[in-house]
């Protein structure tokens, strides 16, 4: 039988200090910070879109991300569940049962990636790593776009979210990002108020694009040889010269710590760019 007496349930609250919480991410992009905080221990179960790293694909239990089963979750018995958006009231049949539900929403700057990190840190006792890793992140990006050379005029640019020709703007976290490259985008004008626009395939072709940037090589298998075969599309100076840029999806569409590695790409291929235009 249980133990009565007050130093055991002590101990118990003092053991379950030291393992942390019984967290389930239905984050991909918090998964990808949780493991790069050397926090995985403290997950229970991810959502189907957690991928990254290896581990966290291999995940045994797993959480539809979109229609969440509040039975699945707390049968996990988590202490913090973690979400980019509340689907439904998810949230407060949560909070209601008394698990802790923590909210990182789609980031819009790259501090709000950087407070994320800081948050997750906190909430898993990792504070020391976590501000360790947001300043490696920084410095990591300050060092590849500084010691680079830079475009001396703005690069159009024509950024792909999948085949259907939708895009984004420079209002976006990705669209931020590409401007401290000196890249401007065709989006920009597409239609006021939207920052996610779908372009016609027409105005992208008039635009000529110096640069095309596409986030859909997994979703919808584009690549460079694709986007050179659509119709019309082989008189745009990207396409011609050989400046259309395959990003993995995954890590163009999160906000995590691979956003390093999102930007030593873009780096990579305007330096690319840059030598060509030369020639």
């Not at 958006?85 to 049949?93: K, M, S, V």
């Not at 300043?135 to 590849?144: C, L, P, Q, Y």
């Not at 011609?240 to 956003?259: C, F, H, M, Q």
Request: hydrophobic share 40%; with cysteine; glycine share 4%.
């Amino acid at each position: 039988s249980a133990p009565t007496d007050t130093t055991a349930t002590a101990e118990e609250a003092d053991a379950k200090k030291v393992a942390g919480e019984r967290i389930v991410s239905l984050s991909a992009t918090a998964t990808e910070m949780l493991y790069a905080l050397g926090a995985q221990d403290q997950i229970v179960a991810v959502d189907n879109y957690s991928n990254h790293p290896q581990e966290a694909a291999d995940f045994a239990t797993k959480i539809d991300a979109f229609e969440p089963s509040v039975e699945a979750i707390t049968e996990l018995d988590p202490t913090v569940v973690l979400l980019t958006y509340d689907p439904g009231d998810l949230q407060a049949q949560l909070e209601k049962l008394g698990i802790k539900v923590w909210i990182g929403a789609a980031a819009a700057t790259l501090d709000d990636t950087y407070k994320q990190i800081t948050e997750l840190g906190d909430l898993t006792a990792k504070a020391d790593t976590a501000a360790a890793l947001v300043e490696s992140m920084e410095s990591e990006i300050e060092a590849t776009i500084t010691g680079m050379e830079l475009p001396d005029a703005p690069v159009s640019y024509y950024y792909e979210l999948d085949n259907t020709f939708y895009s984004l703007t420079s209002n976006t976290f990705i669209g931020q990002l590409m401007s401290r490259f000196m890249l401007q985008n065709v989006a920009d004008t597409a239609e006021a108020g939207n920052d996610y626009p779908q372009l016609s395939a027409e105005s992208i072709v008039s635009s000529n694009p110096q640069m095309i940037f596409l986030a859909d090589t997994k979703c919808c298998e584009q690549s460079a040889e694709t986007v050179a075969a659509r119709a019309g599309w082989d008189v745009i100076d990207a396409v011609k010269n050989g400046n259309v840029v395959e990003l993995d999806d995954d890590i163009a569409s999160r906000w995590g710590p691979r956003v390093v590695d999102l930007v030593k790409v873009v780096a990579d291929a305007v330096t690319k760019y840059m030598t060509s235009a030369k020639g």
